[in-house]
């Protein structure tokens, strides 16, 4: 259920992961699909959709291994991060405020604060810049997670828009670390998009959702990582 130790840049097969898992139901059947990352999005109400610990461990749970369970944190609160995540124990801390609200500063500050702890941080691709952002974060992030964003926005993602998927190649190639691409993928474009960025891994949000939903749409999820595992070079 967890990462033993931090993981390797290049895994075996292409590493799915999907957002935003909300119910025990979704829990064990996106692990029976086999799923790796099980996402799902934790806070205090501050942010739209964010769920209680109460419901998030529920939920966490009934994640069957080998899927893991990763934690969303949307606030720049590091005390309450941490203190979630010391409840929580997720296989993964997922940071996801905006690169002005939080650093790699505060990213390193926390990891000293949850020693062991794999943390995945996203990365806003919007242009140049992202390129540094990136850069900043090695030696400090597990994972980087590459993700659309709009400005102005206090958190990163589920915009269900792609991005300039050559910024995310420039990012894959110069990281140490495993990088999952995010952003507007669904089970129509994932094999496309792992073609051109080659990450180690993939994430779905919205086009995993049913229609004008955020409940998710299994049969889309099961394409999601079929279509990904497909795609993964060898
Ligand atoms: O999962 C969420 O609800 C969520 C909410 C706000 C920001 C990010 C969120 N998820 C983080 C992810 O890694 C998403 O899966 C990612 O943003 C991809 O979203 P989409 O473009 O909708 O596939």
């Not at 292409?14 to 119910?23: H, K, V």
């Not at 990352?37 to 419901?55: K, N």
Request: include cysteine.
């Amino acid at each position: 259920m967890f990462y033993a130790q931090c993981p390797p840049r290049r895994l075996r097969a292409m590493l799915t992961q999907i957002y935003e898992i909300s119910t025990i139901e979704e829990a064990s059947a996106v692990s029976a699909i086999g799923v790796d990352h099980v996402g799902v999005l934790v806070g205090d109400g501050r942010f739209p959709r964010e769920l209680p610990i109460s419901a998030a461990s529920e939920i966490a749970a009934a994640i069957v291994p080998p899927s893991k369970f990763s934690a969303l944190f949307l606030t720049c609160d590091l005390s309450l991060i941490a203190s979630w995540a010391r409840e929580l124990n997720p296989a993964i801390v997922h940071l996801g405020a905006s690169a002005e609200l939080l650093s790699p500063q505060d990213v390193a500050s926390l990891k000293r604060m949850l020693p062991g702890k794999v943390v995945m941080r996203s990365i806003p691709v919007f242009g140049e810049e992202s390129v540094a952002i990136a850069r900043s974060y090695v030696g400090i992030a597990d994972f980087l997670l590459l993700d659309s964003y709009r400005a102005t926005d206090k958190q990163i993602g589920a915009l269900g828009v792609t991005h300039d998927w050559g910024i995310s190649r420039r990012i894959v190639d110069l990281a140490p670390v495993p990088v999952v691409l995010a952003g507007g993928l669904g089970p129509d474009n994932v094999a496309e998009a792992i073609r051109t960025v080659r990450p180690a891994g993939v994430d779905s949000k919205t086009r995993t959702d049913q229609d004008g939903s955020h409940a998710k749409d299994l049969d889309r999820v099961r394409r999601f990582h079929e279509a990904a595992r497909a795609a993964a070079p060898s």
